[in-house]
Nanobody, 123 residues
């Protein structure tokens, strides 16, 4: 089994920063991508950022967070961080970690999700 566990959420004032972490563990043969999504209650989950673990410089961002957020991947710890700067009230959401992982014994990758972590940007 594979687990993704997020940490680092909380309350921050507009203009502030937060750093989210996602730790992957379990029966993993290969990790292809790590990504972050967010969801506001009553709205669809939206893409925030992703990174290809084999090419740490290969990152993608939603237009709404470009220049403010940065995603990273640590191979040794198997963790993905999302550094969020210049936060705005509209960044408030539940943030979910997502990964494409091939388990030992499988031939194709499956999608896995973390449990989510709340980020609230408010004065």
């Amino acid at each position: 089994q594979v687990q993704l566990v997020e940490s680092g959420g909380g309350l921050v004032q507009p203009g502030g920063s937060l750093r989210l972490s996602c730790a992957a563990s379990g029966n993993m043969r290969s990790i292809y991508t790590m990504a972050w999504y967010r969801q506001v209650p009553g709205q669809e989950r939206e893409f925030v950022a992703n990174v290809r673990t084999g090419e740490p410089g290969n990152t993608n961002y939603a237009d709404s967070v470009k220049g403010r957020f940065a995603i990273s991947w640590d191979l040794n710890w198997k963790t993905s961080d999302l550094q969020m700067n210049s936060l705005r009230p509209e960044d408030s959401a539940i943030y979910y970690c997502n990964s494409e992982i091939v388990e030992w014994g499988d031939e194709v990758a499956s999608q896995y999700w973390g449990q989510g972590v709340q980020v609230t940007v408010s004065s």
